[in-house]
């Protein structure tokens, strides 16, 4: 159990963002209000309010919003101006209203040991429908925020150097964890967030800090690594520290000891040093679309599951046992799931697969779109993940009709950590509001754009070039400068 201290940093967060507001820029205010939450209050805990659950999440996202709006005054713009996405926010908020309509009846189970009664899971009702809309609305807090005030170069590389350092500051609890094993949580808030076997990998151990599992960290420290590359392009920093950076907080990844965010990390982080900001968005396009359309994929049977599980076997057994467990698991709960495709089986758990005597659940849910598509049913999951892929695509269309110097390369850095969440949630559940905050900026900036700041950059770029220069190899000019 939480003790007091987990407690009492909860309620203290939103004076903590007060403070932050006072003293730093709304921009990096508002990047360390939802980051900061993510990285140091305490999982699990929670506050639990009527109509609303205040975690470590909800708090993290409410303070800035709170603070923007009530105390500096400002008015927060709740209406992106792409038609799609407005629909996409509508949908995912108000989806939630006819799952709870269409689940109002109970689960009941013929009994357990020894013929003993076993207590149906309920149906929902209003209560539930408020709750669920009221915790929607919450999670899009960041998006809007992001949308509104981090939308330009300035923010975005904001965005990016919050990020490297966050990582520095984190490698040092996760290096002791590393080191000692996992209990920088127990030792602060009082209690183990999960389960302390999956901390323990190949010989040693993964960091969890005060996040809900190892694949979040590893997670975390991926897209530090991918900022920390992307801000060594810049020429107005030293790009020596960056290098150094990149390659320092790529080492903590590999100690993470997680696959899929090594990957990630093997793959993107050449592409964020060695590309082109247009050849960044494309991959981020691609990965975005490979994502969204794994799941309707995956219910059609066209995947070859047996042979994505053969090419993890040569990587290792161990990996190659857990990804077919999660296939397995993925094959019950669509059977599940697909009794009621539209909206989905809500909350309370009747999404999972049960035993119908006991009641007990028989599946395991890992990843964010097997979870979604099982109490959101398809309309949740399609509203949710066009939040995050429209952006992307906005982006790319936008960057092609207008000249070039609309787009800033930081956006392309913060579409490729979103795109690279997109993939991670095939297989786990780590959105957070970070993710929602990074997918905000990016819409913001795509709806930014505009053919007079593209004009406005160059004329700064030949401003800053030696006069004798004007005029001579452009290209190669535009290309220097990130």
Not at 436 to 450: F, I, P
Request: glycine letters at 6%.
């Amino acid at each position: 159990m939480p003790n007091s201290l987990a407690y009492l940093i909860l309620a203290l967060w939103p004076l903590i963002c007060l403070v932050m507001f006072r003293r730093m820029p709304r921009e990096r205010a508002i990047i360390w209000s939802i980051l900061g939450g993510y990285m140091f209050l305490p999982p699990i805990a929670v506050f639990d309010v009527p109509l609303l659950t205040l975690d470590k999440f909800a708090i993290a996202s409410i303070a800035p919003w709170f603070i923007c709006v009530f105390v500096l005054k400002e008015e927060v713009n709740l209406w992106p101006r792409s038609t799609l996405i407005r629909l996409a926010m509508v949908v995912f908020v108000l989806s939630v209203v006819p799952t709870a309509m269409f689940n109002g009846d109970p689960l009941f189970f013929s009994g357990g040991a020894f013929g003993q009664p076993v207590p149906p899971i309920p149906g929902l009702g209003v209560k539930d429908m408020i709750l669920t809309v009221a915790a929607r609305i919450v999670v899009l807090l960041p998006y809007l925020l992001a949308r509104q005030y981090l939308a330009n170069a300035k923010a975005l590389r904001e965005l990016l150097i919050a990020l490297a350092i966050a990582g520095v500051v984190y490698s040092i609890p996760a290096l002791i964890e590393i080191r000692f094993s996992p209990q920088i949580n127990v030792w602060v808030y009082g209690f183990f967030q999960h389960s302390f076997d999956q901390m323990m990998r190949a010989g040693g151990f993964r960091p969890i800090v005060f996040m809900p599992h190892g694949l979040w960290v590893a997670l975390f420290f991926f897209s530090t690594v991918l900022a920390a590359a992307a801000l060594s392009r810049d020429s107005r920093n030293a790009r020596g520290v960056f290098r150094a950076l990149t390659a320092y907080l790529a080492v903590i990844l590999v100690l993470c000891k997680s696959y899929a965010a090594i990957i990630y990390g093997l793959l993107l982080t050449p592409i964020a040093l060695l590309t082109s900001a247009k050849t960044q968005l494309r991959v981020a396009i691609i990965l975005a679309i490979v994502a969204s359309s794994y799941p309707m994929l995956r219910n059609a049977s066209l995947l070859p599951l047996d042979a994505i599980v053969s090419q993890a076997a040569a990587i290792s057994a161990d990996r190659a046992r857990s990804l077919e467990f999660r296939f397995d698991n993925e094959e019950m709960l669509i059977a599940r799931a697909q009794e009621k495709p539209g909206f989905g089986w809500g909350s309370w758990g009747r999404n999972l697969v049960r035993d119908r005597a006991t009641g007990e659940s028989i599946t395991v849910t890992d990843s964010r779109w097997i979870i979604l598509f099982g109490t959101n049913g398809w309309v949740g999951y399609v509203a949710e993940t066009s939040l995050f892929a429209l952006p992307l695509i906005l982006l790319g269309w936008r960057r092609r009709t207008l000249p070039d110097g609309a787009m800033s390369p930081y956006a392309s850095a913060v579409g490729l950590i979103v795109a690279a969440t997109m993939v991670d949630l095939l297989v786990n559940d780590t959105l957070v509001p970070f993710t929602w905050l990074c997918g905000g900026a990016v819409l913001g900036h795509a709806e930014q754009m505009s053919p007079q700041k593209a004009e406005s950059s160059q004329q700064s770029l030949a401003s800053r070039e030696p006069a004798g220069n004007r005029g001579r190899r452009p290209q190669k000019r535009r290309r220097t400068i990130l």
